[in-house]
């Protein structure tokens, strides 16, 4: 079974300086990865999805990128909205299976 | 656009059978793929299993003696039944759907709903 492995797990930036968010797969799983924003009280929402495709109406600061099993989320210059927690989730095809990482907090610093 | 609404009893006495109900409304069932959820207390997300338009289903491990996701068309409704709950179910549990982007990307989630089990 694939395991997700999220770094760090907390991440203390100010807004406008830029995140990096890693998200590492115990083995390959090519392209299939997501992102999701999760804030207090909500629902989590999809940023991206095949690594580096944004959902409808996500922000262009937010972007994805990697392969395989290193992946990152970057959100460019930090809105005060952007502060929550981000996980990263995969998709296998056999045997099928959607995992999450344990998640980063992104606090306000 | 489509709306996801879970419903069921916000408390469950231990050993007994949790069972929830996801509302589809602006879409059809016959589509997509339609998934549980469920984040404990203060922790991270966890899949449970789907349910694809055609019927297949497919279940977490972990979870996958105690769970079955069924759906009901004429209802536009998908369910979730999970045994022999204990303490360590008392999690917040949402319905969602890979309904735009691929069946396995989530985007589209109920607002969740609050399960304690406890005596």
């Known amino acids: 079974e694939i395991v997700l492995t999220q770094s760090p797990a907390t991440l203390s930036l100010s807004p406008g300086e830029r995140a990096s968010l890693s998200c590492r797969a115990s083995?390959?799983?090519?392209?299939?990865l997501a992102w999701y924003q999760q804030k207090p009280g909500q629902a989590p929402r999809l940023l991206i999805y095949?690594?580096?495709k944004r959902a409808t109406g996500i922000p262009v600061r937010f972007s994805g990128s990697g392969s395989g099993t290193d992946f990152t989320l970057t959100i460019s210059r930090l809105e005060p909205e952007d502060f929550a927690v981000y996980y990263c989730q995969q998709r296998s095809n056999w045997p099928r299976r959607i995992t999450f990482g344990q998640g980063t907090r992104l606090e306000i610093k | 656009q489509v709306q996801l609404q879970e419903s069921g009893p916000g408390l469950v006495k231990p050993s007994e059978t949790l069972s929830l109900t996801c509302t589809v409304s602006?879409?059809?069932?016959?589509?997509?793929?339609w998934i549980w959820i469920r984040q404990p207390p203060g922790k991270g997300l966890e899949w449970i299993g789907y349910?694809?338009?055609?019927?297949?289903?497919n279940y977490n491990p972990s979870l996958k003696s105690r769970v079955t996701i069924s759906a009901d068309t004429s209802k536009n409704q998908f369910s979730l039944k999970l045994t022999s709950v204990t303490a360590a179910d008392t999690a917040v549990y949402y319905c969602?759907?890979?309904?735009?982007?691929?069946?396995?990307?989530?985007?589209?989630w109920g607002r969740g709903t609050t399960v304690t089990v406890s005596s």
């Open positions: 349910i694809y338009y055609r019927g297949d289903t």
């Open positions: 602006g879409g059809s069932i016959n589509s997509s793929s």
């Open positions: 095949d690594t580096s």
């Open positions: 083995q390959s799983v090519s392209t299939f």
């Open positions: 969602a759907s890979g309904y735009s982007y691929g069946f396995f990307y989530m985007d589209v």
